[in-house]
């Protein structure tokens, strides 16, 4: 009896808590001082904060919001956040700050240049929010010297950023450099050159950047998980100096280190996973983290697909196609922080797929130091455009499924009578067949046309 007056509480109490919930509203339309209700909703999702709690959900109207100098919420130091979130919900109670269903909120920040500030357009200091469908265009560098801005900066943890276009800016589309077991899901940062700073080349706009910095400080389990990265004058992905591992999972990179008319600017690699930079005084963690690439595509990067960026160590690159990039995959490493560079050690190469890079296939791998086999490039597999049903590059920017998920295209998938197919080996992640295919898109085909659906078991790769 006592069990289920207990159930009972429970379930009211839950029902309740469901009830008690807020909704609030933001228009283009809208003004700071009405109720914020969907008939008289709030100018600013900074207005919006002021009027949530954990649980509460803010919906953002879609339409043109114009972004102005007198919108900044906070100025820091040389920092300028124009929408400055600090108030954080809680476990199994988000802060929800949603794009309206069906609707696009399109935040221009072009007049945004507050005079020798950098410009942030959401700076995330708060834990446990889901900011979802949000588009930012137009974010300005006002400085001339070593700089940058960013369209979203995050310091807190537990947060999930879904369905976030980053585009036709100066600045970095996602940053991190606080904060742990963040999600970033089904994201887009393309377009985006600092031709003001500097050289003007661009040198420090990557699409998405993940570098938590300090030793046992928790920030890990940060995830880029369905995202895209393309014509950003710097980098696609980038974890340099990241005292914690980064997880890269299912991402697609490419003409990174190009303008949209393929001028040469910055880098250019697709996924630049780790390193400490080259100067022997740098701070460098008291454990190296081993990264996670995995099921990602890299093409068309002006530099590397894959590159380990002199890294103190290993990482894990599984399931990962390079197509046309500079160098594919490029594993270099240092043995420590005060001696030269040399060919990678101690990261593990799954299943990878490479092909027609303009320079090299791999560089830099130390292939008795590491766990690299199965790889096309050290398979008896000749890699040929007959392998693939699509290389039409065009491809790659098309629009995104109804639910964000990638689009499904045929760009590198497998013909059904390639000889990569099976080519795999089983390292724990579902397949088809005898054996895992090579490169990030498993096919439905076998060699075996009796074979179905396999689940890999989990295995440790040493």
């Known amino acids: 009896m006592f069990y289920k007056v207990s159930l009972l509480v429970c379930c009211i109490s839950a029902i309740c808590s469901s009830l008690l919930a807020k909704v609030v509203f933001v228009a283009p339309t809208g003004n700071n001082a009405n109720a914020g209700t969907i008939t008289s909703p709030f100018l600013t999702i900074q207005r919006a904060q002021e009027a949530v709690s954990a649980g509460d959900t803010v919906y953002i109207r879609g339409g043109k919001y114009i972004m102005t100098?007198?919108?900044?919420?906070?100025?820091?130091?040389?920092?300028?956040?124009?929408?400055?979130?600090?108030?954080?919900?809680?476990?199994?109670?988000?802060?929800?700050?949603?794009a309206y269903p069906n609707e696009t909120p399109f935040f221009d920040y072009t007049a945004v240049k507050p005079a020798g500030y950098r410009v942030n357009a959401f700076q995330v200091n708060a834990s446990y929010l889901h900011i979802k469908g949000i588009e930012v265009v137009g974010v300005q560098v006002t400085q001339t010297n070593h700089t940058q801005s960013e369209c979203f900066e995050n310091q807190g943890s537990f947060n999930i950023y879904e369905m976030l276009k980053m585009h036709d800016g100066k600045a970095i589309g996602f940053y991190l450099n606080k904060g742990g077991n963040n999600l970033i899901l089904n994201c887009d940062a393309y377009?985006?050159?600092?031709?003001?700073?500097?050289?003007?080349?661009?040198?420090?706009?990557?699409?998405?950047?993940?570098?938590?910095?300090?030793?046992?400080?928790?920030?890990v389990n940060n995830v880029f998980k369905g995202c895209r990265a393309w014509f950003n004058s710097d980098d696609g992905y980038d974890c340099i100096n990241a005292f914690e591992a980064t997880t890269f999972e299912n991402c697609w990179s490419f003409f990174n280190g190009y303008s949209s008319s393929f001028t040469s600017l910055g880098d250019g690699n697709g996924f630049k996973a780790g390193g400490y930079g080259l100067s022997a005084t740098r701070a460098i963690p008291s454990s190296m983290p081993r990264n996670v690439i995995r099921f990602c595509l890299a093409v068309g990067n002006k530099a590397n697909g894959f590159y380990a960026n002199h890294h103190l160590g290993g990482s894990d690159w599984f399931n990962n196609t390079a197509n046309g990039n500079a160098i594919n995959f490029n594993m270099l490493n240092r043995s420590s922080s005060r001696q030269s560079d040399g060919a990678g050690y101690g990261h593990n190469l799954k299943n990878n797929l490479s092909y027609n890079a303009r320079v090299s296939e791999y560089a830099n791998i130390d292939f008795d130091a590491c766990n690299a086999d199965t790889n096309s490039f050290n398979l008896s597999v000749n890699v040929s455009k007959t392998d693939f049903i699509s290389l039409d590059q065009t491809l790659l920017s098309v629009p995104r499924q109804a639910d964000g998920s990638l689009p499904n295209i045929d760009f590198m998938k497998l013909t059904n009578n390639s000889s990569l197919i099976d080519k795999g080996e089983n390292i724990g992640f579902?397949?088809?067949?005898?054996?895992?295919?090579?490169?990030c898109f498993e096919s439905n085909y076998s060699k075996n046309p009796k074979a179905k659906r396999k689940v890999g078991i989990d295995k440790k790769v040493n």
Not at 71 to 98: C, D, E, H, M
Not at 430 to 439: K, R, S
């Open 191 to 219: 377009n985006n050159w600092d031709n003001v700073s500097e050289n003007k080349l661009g040198g420090n706009v990557d699409g998405f950047g993940c570098h938590p910095k300090g030793d046992s400080l928790g920030y």
């Open 430 to 439: 579902p397949f088809v067949g005898a054996a895992p295919d090579l490169g």
């Open 69 to 98: 100098d007198s919108l900044v919420a906070s100025f820091s130091g040389n920092w300028a956040y124009v929408t400055f979130l600090t108030k954080s919900g809680k476990p199994n109670k988000r802060i929800n700050y949603w």
